[in-house]
């Protein structure tokens, strides 16, 4: 009698301690709409992060624009400096990264954390303005004197390649890719983030 009643506590025991197959079924069940529910928050949540990101990069480069144009009484990199071109890789001599470079602790202001995966091991995925009132000759007082609608930095939409390293373009560059390869960053809103020299920075389409 004694050793039924010690089996029947054990296995009363086992029974208390344990899941049934409906149990952890339903556990599972749970847990799965759960993450459902939750992945596409996370999502959005974590491309708002990178969103915030590439906004604060942007924002400093702004702030290296001023540095430069400072230290060099009121002179930008002129259009030979920059080789002609609007995108180049982060160490060849002639794009703006590496003139800006003595101001920038990290390099990696120049990478959009959402940018075109294919231009990660050129250092930088961000385009950047040669228009004649930043890189002329005659200096960029007329850029400073409209910082607000000057803008200087975009997402790389439009370039797969960067131009040939330490070569000018002829006419400028380098070849934009067509349309249908254009590449938004931040959605399919077709919208990029654009730099303006007071360093606000615009969410637009093109």
Known sequence: MFQMSNHVEKTETRASLGFTLIELLTVIGIISIL????????????????????????????????????DNRSRLPTGDMLGKSNYRVLDDPLALPDFFSPYCPTNKVWMCPTGRRTLETN?????????????????SDGAFNKLSSTFVVW?????????IYGVSETTGGPSVVTKALFFYPHGNNKKINWLYLDGHVENRAL
């Open 155 to 163: 997402d790389n939409y439009c370039y797969a390649l960067p131009s």
């Open 123 to 139: 250092g930088v995925n961000y385009a950047w303005s040669r228009a004649q009132n930043l890189i002329g000759t005659n200096g």
């Open 35 to 70: 993450a459902a529910l939750l992945l596409p928050t996370l999502a959005k949540a974590k491309q708002a992060a990178y969103k915030i990101q590439c906004m604060s990069n942007l924002r400093q480069i702004a702030l290296v624009y001023h540095y430069y144009n400072q």
